[in-house]
């Protein structure tokens, strides 16, 4: 049974040559990932920023934002 260009194993590794697709791109998968994930967390806080404005603007003050949130907890009831 081969096992791709690989007839014999017995050989010097470096020779062989790749072992696994796509050598040599962790470093440009490891950068988009990075900027994906830093990417995500800006978006993620202008998000819950805008969220938290529109609540803000519907219950007011923070005052009144507590009053609301500490009649809606169960375990102050």
């Known amino acids: 049974m081969a096992t791709g260009n690989v007839e014999n194993w017995t050989g010097n590794i470096a020779d062989i040559g790749a ?9 440009p998968l490891v ?3 990075v ?4 990417g995500w967390h ?3 806080l202008r998000r819950e920023s805008a969220e938290l ?3 803000v603007k519907k219950f007011g003050n923070s005052d009144a934002m507590r009053k609301v949130l ?3 907890d169960p ?3």
């Open 70 to 72: 500490d009649s809606t």
């Open 75 to 77: 375990d102050k009831r």
């Open 19 to 27: 072992l696994y697709p796509f050598v040599g791109i962790e470093t």
């Open 35 to 38: 900027v994906f994930w830093i």
């Open 31 to 33: 950068i988009a990932g």
């Open 42 to 44: 800006v978006v993620q």
């Open 53 to 55: 404005d529109e609540e």
